[in-house]
């Protein structure tokens, strides 16, 4: 117990998380000042439960029921036939080659054309149903739409919105006011929600990467917590929000048929995206904390450091999927239509894809 302690007085020594000369017992809410609490922390775990819960009942009685009236099947690939010993050769290996099939034909008295059917078949069986990834792709858009309206409502009378010098000033002296303590409450409630459900969700093409930016930014909105770097981290989340929204509300046209809707909605997330995670992120927001901050505030601290390189991580990560947003931009316009989505491709489109040159350049909107 007293090395657990020792530790504990370590991990949260002031000369880690706060600036010099300043203490937790300086930042302790009174009348003047509400600074933010660490142990808040704790409330968006079973925030993130009530979350699942409200996503579940709008996917069910809301999102579905809508999806089926714009003529979106909800209908999955009938089952193949049970066979043992192609179902244990599936699970191995799910891409086989010509010769790999030719094996298995002739272990199972099977024609080759018969094992590549059934393997067909087999694999179109695990596919998610449209309607499933367009209830997915409904809650995401509701949630986003949502955040960024209560975003622009909390922050438009704040003065950081308008100049971001403002998040240094005084600092760590700010008071945390109840509209964004509930933006940072829901929103992180949210992302921890997206954590525990990516993995029984569609399978995505980058869903490591999409895991890495949800972790990420859950450290991030927890450093910033305990540093009361709050105003930096709302204007960190107001940025994220506002191109996601047009994202999913393509992937819904899409899934839906209205071809000329979906490639709108991804003209606008392509634009917004490329103004506000490639401009506004780090031009404003990043040389704000890089540059701005330590000419205002002086002296910095370690958890300065590490705030800063999740914001870089998150860049990182904006880069990566920059590239591939901007491939599947050029293929629509080459094609004369938005046809993929390269970014959050399903798993099973991209192994289908590979087999397939002029698929590979057309993925689906998945």
């Given at each position: ?9 370590y991990f949260w020594s002031p000369s880690i998380w706060l600036p010099p000369n300043i203490t937790w017992a300086d930042l ?29 009942f709008l996917e069910w009685y809301i999102f579905a029921p809508f999806g089926v009236s714009l003529g979106i099947k909800g ?292």
């Amino acid at each position: 117990m007293y090395i657990i302690r020792e530790l504990l007085d370590y991990f949260w020594s002031p000369s880690i998380w706060l600036p010099p000369n300043i203490t937790w017992a300086d930042l302790v809410p009174n009348e003047k000042i509400q600074y933010t609490d660490h142990r808040h922390l704790y409330y968006p775990l079973p925030m993130a439960l009530v979350m699942l819960l409200i996503r579940y009942f709008l996917e069910w009685y809301i999102f579905a029921p809508f999806g089926v009236s714009l003529g979106i099947k909800g209908t999955k690939p009938k089952k193949v036939p049970q066979n043992e010993l192609l179902e244990k050769a599936f699970k191995n290996n799910s891409k086989m080659k010509y010769k790999e099939v030719a094996h298995i034909a002739k272990q199972s008295d099977m024609s080759e054309r018969q094992v590549e059917r059934w393997l067909r078949l087999r694999k179109a069986q695990d596919k998610p149903s449209t309607l499933i990834k367009f209830c997915e792709n409904s809650w995401r858009c509701t949630y986003y739409l949502y955040s960024f309206i209560y975003g622009v409502y909390c922050l438009w009378d704040k003065p950081w919105l308008w100049n971001i010098d403002e998040c240094w000033t005084n600092y760590p002296h700010q008071s945390i006011t109840p509209d964004c303590w509930w933006y940072y409450m829901i929103s992180l409630s949210f992302y921890w929600s997206l954590t525990v459900s990516q993995f029984r969700d569609v399978k995505r093409k980058d869903f490591w990467q999409m895991f890495v930016h949800h972790i990420a930014t859950i450290l991030l909105m927890a450093f910033s917590w305990v540093c009361n770097l709050i105003r930096v981290g709302t204007l960190v989340l107001l940025v994220h929000d506002c191109a996601d929204i047009f994202l999913e509300a393509a992937k819904m046209a899409k899934y839906a048929k209205y071809q000329k809707v979906c490639d709108t909605f991804f003209a606008i997330f392509t634009v917004i995206w490329l103004i506000t995670r490639i401009g506004v992120f780090p031009f404003w927001i990043i040389y704000s904390t890089t540059i701005s901050a330590p000419r205002i505030v002086n002296t910095m601290f370690p958890a300065y450091y590490i705030f800063n390189s999740l914001l870089l991580l998150l860049l990182a990560l904006h880069i990566f999927w920059t590239n591939l947003i901007l491939k599947i931009a050029y293929n629509a316009i080459a094609a004369g239509q938005m046809e993929g989505d390269i970014r959050s491709s399903s798993s099973e489109d991209i192994s289908d894809a590979s087999t397939n040159s002029t698929t590979n350049s057309k993925q689906k909107l998945q």
